[in-house]
T-cell receptor, first 114, second 110 residues
Framework: DTAVSQTPKYLVTQMGNDKSIKCEQN?????MYWYKQDSKKFLKIMFS???????INETVPNRFSPKSPDKAHLNLHINSLELGDSAVYFC?????????????FGEGSWLTVV | DAKTTQPNSMESNEEEPVHLPCNHS???????IHWYRQLPSQGPEYVIH???SNVNNRMASLAIAEDRKSSTLILHRATLRDAAVYYC???????????FGQGTRLTINP
């Protein structure tokens, strides 16, 4: 059973399109995250939700809008895609946002904007 | 977030121990030391974490210096599957997120 699952795994789309990446966790965790890994392989946090409530919103363009319909799901919607949005997007979850708690990552969604 | 310094890359041989160093001279008393690794084309996965004392689990051991300004992740017997980027991360007590640095790319030779 996949603990943190993301769909789609691969996505190729044109500039200007709107796309969504879905994420679900079956671990019963309260906290979910979106991380972005760019072409230089740096992993940066984008958003964090705790029980459907936005906790962290790093400096991310307004074109990126996370949505958490329930605590097991955190979807990422991206409007007006740009070339620079090409990256791997990782969803993650943890029991709570505490320093001792393990964060579990999904396998990533490879987004290519052409 | 306090910063960590790791070598960009390291190489070792299969079935030998590997010692991955991490410097964190500005660590504060409430910072936990976490290690995650990222296998090729996968998401990061948790390896181990500790605060002051050395820690062991089925994957690895974590040796923490007495002054906590450095730590070492020890893989006791490396396999090809251990080839990955290893991240040493300081996470303050109560912190919601992990802040990743550059990590160490570990290559394992057969």
């Amino acid at each position: 059973d996949t603990a943190v699952s993301q769909t789609p795994k691969y996505l190729v789309t044109q500039m200007g399109n709107d796309k969504s990446i879905k994420c679900e966790q079956n671990l019963g965790h309260d906290t979910m995250y979106w991380y972005k890994q760019d072409s230089k392989k740096f992993l940066k946090i984008m958003f964090s939700y705790n029980n459907k409530e936005l906790i962290i919103n790093e400096t991310v363009p307004n074109r990126f809008s996370p949505k958490s319909p329930d605590k097991a799901h955190l979807n990422l919607h991206i409007n007006s895609l740009e070339l620079g949005d090409s990256a791997v997007y990782f969803c993650a979850s943890s029991p709570k946002g505490g320093s001792g708690n393990t964060i579990y990552f999904g396998e990533g969604s490879w987004l290519t904007v052409v | 977030d306090a910063k960590t310094t790791q070598p960009n890359s390291m190489e070792s041989n299969e079935e030998e121990p590997v010692h991955l160093p991490c410097n964190h001279s500005t660590i504060s008393g409430t910072d936990y030391i976490h290690w995650y690794r990222q296998l090729p084309s996968q998401g990061p996965e948790y390896v181990i974490h500790g605060l002051t004392s050395n820690v062991n689990n089925r994957m690895a051991s974590l040796a923490i210096a007495e002054d906590r300004k450095s730590s070492t992740l020890i893989l006791h017997r490396a396999t090809l599957r251990d080839a990955a980027v290893y991240y040493c991360i300081l996470r303050r007590q109560g912190a919601q997120k992990l802040v990743f640095g550059q990590g160490t790319r570990l290559t394992i030779n057969p």
